[in-house]
């Protein structure tokens, strides 16, 4: 006997403008992002005084890496799959083609941008290292105020990124007057 549990219905979300919605959205995501990503660093900073780019225990590497992959992962999902059911409850002036895949575009469009945000953190990491000795150390409350900023800044463009990227299968809906 197999029991399938029914996934449960969204809640019915109000009338708005895509803009409005997404802005909504945009403080939901920034807010708490900027906030959690700034304490985990600062209370991991903190234990030693100082930190590095990749050495050492509490190093730079080792709290922004992740979330410069996850982030943007989780943020597009999310995002995707809350713009395309405001569209199908009416709630914004935007209608969703009935022939995308839903899942593959998450799926692919989450990959690429976890993947490509994720080498530039890394990029910029290196090169960072690269230009500094490998002596200097950096300051554990500036380290956690460049993760906050950094969460905030990938909470503000993976929040519209993947809905830009969705415009290309969204329509305005037509009133039909009778």
Same mark, same amino acid.
């Given at each position: *006997?197999? /029991?399938?549990?029914?996934?449960? !219905?969204?809640?019915?979300?109000?009338?708005?403008? %895509?803009?409005?919605?997404?802005?909504?959205? +945009?403080?939901?995501?920034?807010?708490?992002?900027? /906030?959690?990503?700034?304490? #985990?660093?600062?209370?991991?900073?903190?234990?030693?005084?100082?930190? !590095?780019? /990749?050495?050492? +225990?509490?190093?730079?590497?080792?709290?922004?890496?992740? *979330?410069? #992959?996850?982030?943007?992962?989780?943020?597009?999902?999310?995002?995707?799959?809350?713009?395309?059911?405001?569209?199908?409850?009416?709630?914004?002036?935007? +209608?969703?083609?009935?022939?995308?895949?839903?899942?593959?575009? *998450? +799926?692919?469009?989450?990959? %690429? !941008?976890?993947?490509?945000?994720?080498?530039?953190?890394?990029? &910029?990491?290196?090169?960072?290292?690269?230009?500094?000795?490998?002596?200097?150390?950096?300051?554990?409350?500036?380290?956690?105020?460049? &993760?906050? &900023? %950094?969460?905030?800044?990938?909470?503000? &463009? /993976?929040?519209?990124?993947?809905?830009?990227?969705?415009?290309?299968? *969204?329509?305005?809906?037509?009133? #039909? #007057?009778?």
């Amino acid at each position: *006997m197999k /029991f399938k549990l029914k996934p449960p !219905h969204p809640k019915k979300l109000r009338k708005t403008t %895509l803009k409005r919605f997404l802005i909504r959205r +945009t403080i939901y995501y920034v807010l708490p992002n900027v /906030f959690f990503n700034f304490i #985990i660093a600062y209370a991991s900073f903190q234990e030693l005084g100082y930190t !590095h780019f /990749f050495s050492g +225990t509490q190093n730079l590497a080792r709290l922004t890496l992740p *979330m410069a #992959i996850f982030l943007p992962v989780v943020l597009t999902i999310d995002i995707i799959n809350r713009v395309i059911i405001a569209s199908e409850q009416g709630a914004i002036e935007f +209608t969703v083609d009935e022939q995308l895949n839903k899942k593959k575009l *998450m +799926t692919k469009l989450s990959i %690429l !941008h976890g993947v490509i945000t994720g080498l530039l953190v890394l990029s &910029v990491l290196l090169l960072a290292q690269y230009n500094w000795s490998e002596y200097y150390k950096l300051d554990a409350t500036a380290m956690a105020v460049v &993760v906050g &900023v %950094l969460a905030g800044v990938l909470s503000v &463009v /993976f929040v519209y990124l993947p809905v830009w990227r969705l415009r290309r299968w *969204m329509c305005r809906r037509v009133k #039909i #007057i009778s």
